[in-house]
């Protein structure tokens, strides 16, 4: 599996951008697709996972109702949308694969990464 994430920048507190993730290669092997985050000095966070198949969404509680999952099938990608942004919400964004089962919120349970793409939130 292969995974190309896209769509950071630069943007004022209070406003929104949207990333996108686009999956290649055996790309039914996968499980749930995850989007995580990684600030300057810290460990890289669970942002929210969708479900491959039942599109099941989950999110962390720092992003719920503000972050939205979505899946493009045709496309066989998924995006981020991310709106009322906060400067905490600066960090290298992080599309992820998992092969697994079962769903989890922790980063070692993902098989693939795509490149990552930086999201710098000005104050």
């Known amino acids: 599996v292969q995974l190309q994430a896209s769509g950071g920048g630069l943007v004022q507190a209070g406003g929104s951008l949207s990333l996108s993730c686009a999956a290649s290669?055996?790309?039914?092997?996968?499980?749930?697709m995850g989007w995580f985050r990684q600030a300057p000095g810290k460990e890289r966070e669970f942002v929210g996972r969708?479900?491959?198949?039942?599109?099941?969404?989950y999110y962390a509680d720092s992003v719920k109702g503000r972050f939205t999952i979505s899946r493009d099938s045709a496309r066989n990608t998924i995006s981020l949308q991310m709106n009322s942004l906060k400067p905490e919400d600066t960090a290298v964004y992080y599309c992820a694969a998992s092969l697994r089962p079962y769903s989890s919120v922790s980063y070692r349970a993902y098989d693939y990464w795509g490149q990552g793409t930086l999201v710098t939130v000005s104050s």
């Open positions: 290669g055996r790309t039914f092997s996968s499980r749930y």
């Open positions: 969708i479900g491959w198949s039942d599109m099941n969404i």
